[in-house]
């Protein structure tokens, strides 16, 4: 099929939301919203949502499976490892050249920009939630799931939560949106991906996760075995981002791999470097004492916590792709979507606003940023710009 934009559109668009996209999963999800949603129309909000809503349910980096698939179906597969790498690059540089000793954002000023950046989430979030709202809970039943949705994942925060959440939508949408109409000049874009291709992803995906284990044991090799560690630890985690970290110390503290103080402080580094947090695996792979360690280390342990999310996902497109215009799952995809809405409702509030917002000054600030998203149509990563110079004259203050 003939795609719609090219590899080095796609790799410089996420290349410019790596450096840019700061706040966790749930910000970055914002902040595609803002730039290859709202600016660059790569799909309407519908498509988007649905996207949102199927890698909640699949495991692995939510945020960057969203973003692989978006560059998967804008240019082809090699735009999908386009859209990865611009994406990923640049916190995993950080996150290694820290591992080697290049600490980040020390003093008051660092320390000010980091809070800056965390305020800027708040209104990078506030405005995915106010315009998905706007489209994905135009009416009355649609806005109640989205409530359900919201009190379900504050009740049971992370991944519980969120696929209860999601659940709950899809059993209500089923039940209540059946007759609803998906807005007209709407489309569902195709990603193209053979069926072949799907199944032999599916069965790689399983292969590994069975294969890896056994083949460490076999050869001793601390390359395998590093990989099986990350790859497990991505294959059975469900939202990404913070959920991955009690895996990710499984494997590699308490086997001895990283002492709990460096994996601490790279808990920490990462919470302050743009990008996806599962790029703390190549801090790790960098530090680990399993394994060539280094750029090396790293590399291997960033492919490996990566690879079983992306096959996954891959690998369900094209049946998505048959399902979700049948007229049931349009129905079960509207509650889902309403669902979606009030799981980033649920985190605009915690963690984003609980840990950004402590005083009047981020308040206003926060309050600036989404007034200049919303009203001024300013890009986010100039309001990013904005938000680590107030944090900073915040913290002079």
Not at 157 to 170: D, E, F, T, W
Request: hydrophobic residues 60%.
């Amino acid at each position: 099929m003939t795609r719609a934009g090219t590899v080095p559109e796609v790799f410089l668009a996420f290349l410019r939301l790596g450096v840019t996209s700061f706040g966790g999963p749930i910000a970055h999800l914002g902040y595609f919203r803002d730039d290859l949603v709202t600016r660059r129309r790569w799909m309407d909000d519908r498509a988007y949502a649905d996207l949102v809503a199927l890698c909640q349910f699949l495991p692995g980096p939510a945020s960057s499976q969203v973003g692989f698939a978006m560059g998967l179906q804008r240019a082809g597969f090699v735009g999908a490892l386009a859209a990865f790498l611009g994406f990923t690059l640049p916190s995993a540089v950080l996150l290694v050249a820290f591992a080697a000793g290049a600490s980040l954002f020390g003093g008051p000023v660092g320390g000010g920009i980091l809070d800056g950046l965390k305020i800027v989430a708040v209104a990078i979030v506030a405005q995915a939630v106010w315009g998905m709202a706007r489209s994905l809970t135009p009416d009355p039943p649609r806005a109640a799931i989205a409530v359900v949705a919201t009190a379900l994942a504050l009740v049971a925060p992370g991944a519980v939560g969120q696929l209860g959440a999601l659940a709950v939508g899809v059993l209500a949408g089923l039940l209540l949106l059946r007759e609803v109409a998906d807005p007209p000049g709407e489309s569902l874009p195709s990603f193209g991906v053979p069926r072949a291709v799907a199944i032999g992803c599916l069965v790689v995906a399983v292969v590994a996760l069975l294969g890896l284990p056994v083949l460490a044991a076999v050869t001793g090799s601390g390359v395998v075995a590093l990989a099986d560690a990350f790859y497990r630890s991505g294959a059975i985690v469900f939202g990404g981002g913070h959920v991955v970290l009690p895996l990710l110390q499984g494997a590699v503290v308490e086997t001895g791999w990283v002492s709990p103080d460096a994996f601490l402080a790279g808990y920490g580094a990462a919470q302050a470097v743009p990008g996806p947090l599962f790029t703390f695996a190549g801090y790790l792979g960098a530090l680990s004492s399993v394994g060539p360690g280094g750029v090396a280390g790293a590399a291997v342990a960033l492919a490996a916590i990566f690879l079983p999310g992306f096959l996954v996902l891959v690998g369900v497109l094209p049946f998505w792709d048959a399902l979700r215009g049948r007229p049931r799952v349009r129905a079960a995809m509207r509650g889902a979507n309403a669902a979606v809405v009030g799981i980033l409702a649920a985190a605009l509030y915690t963690p984003v606003f609980t840990t950004a917002i402590t005083g009047p000054g981020p308040f206003v600030l926060a309050l600036v940023g989404f007034v200049l998203l919303t009203t001024f149509r300013t890009p986010a990563w100039a309001v990013v710009i904005v938000g680590a110079a107030g944090g900073v004259a915040l913290s002079l203050l």
